[in-house]
């Protein structure tokens, strides 16, 4: 009877510590990609779209920049530089910039070309071929497609607390600038990400 007893209560003692690792597991929900969620109450994915969309909508329908095509005859050629973290958070700006180069391409008001960093990969493969490719197939040296305009940009932050109340507003700038005579044809700022963040107090 006595083995019976503890037999019983070492297998309770088993079962509540698999009912409490079973717990301790994560759960986890699909949702779509365009689905807004703030847990946090930082910068997220969606503040990068909204932001970024907004900002290559104004850039590429402003006159200076509608008017280069008429000018010209064809589509001004832009080129992503850096956007400085200058807010109070770790923003990975890097996102950023690529989120600004798909909208740029997406627009199709503006070609675009690649960076700094993936030009220096390009022109090793460039340089490769002229060793080791065909001559009807190797790609010519010296020919690349030159940007008229640069963009660059900042995040800043303005944070206001009261107790365990506070609200943070993003200020995302972006410039849009001539190559060749380092004229600003444009100016950005979008200051439409705005958040109350309620701290929940903590209990005694």
Request: charged share 25%; net charge neutral; glycine share 4%.
């Amino acid at each position: 009877m006595k083995n019976r007893s503890v037999f019983a209560i070492v297998s309770l003692f088993a079962v509540l510590v698999l009912v409490s690792s079973c717990s301790s597991n994560p759960k986890v929900t699909r949702v779509d990609s365009d689905t807004q969620i703030d847990l946090s109450g930082y910068w997220n994915d969606t503040d990068v779209r909204i932001v970024c969309e907004s900002l290559i909508n104004d850039c590429l329908s402003s006159p200076r920049v509608a008017r280069f095509e008429q000018q010209k005859g064809r589509l001004p050629v832009v080129i992503v530089g850096s956007f400085r973290n200058q807010s109070d958070e770790h923003i990975d700006t890097s996102i950023i910039t690529k989120r600004m180069e798909t909208a740029i391409l997406n627009n199709g008001k503006a070609d675009f070309v690649a960076s700094s960093a993936e030009r220096g990969e390009l022109r090793e493969e460039r340089q490769a071929q002229q060793d080791w490719s065909s001559e009807e197939t190797a790609k010519a040296l010296a020919n690349e497609t030159g940007a008229d305009y640069m963009m660059i940009g900042s995040v800043k932050t303005i944070v206001d607390q009261a107790g365990k109340t506070a609200t943070r507003t993003y200020f995302v700038y972006a410039e849009l600038i001539e190559l060749e005579s380092n004229r600003k044809v444009w100016l950005g700022e979008n200051s439409e990400i705005k958040k109350v963040i309620k701290r929940p107090s903590k209990k005694l």
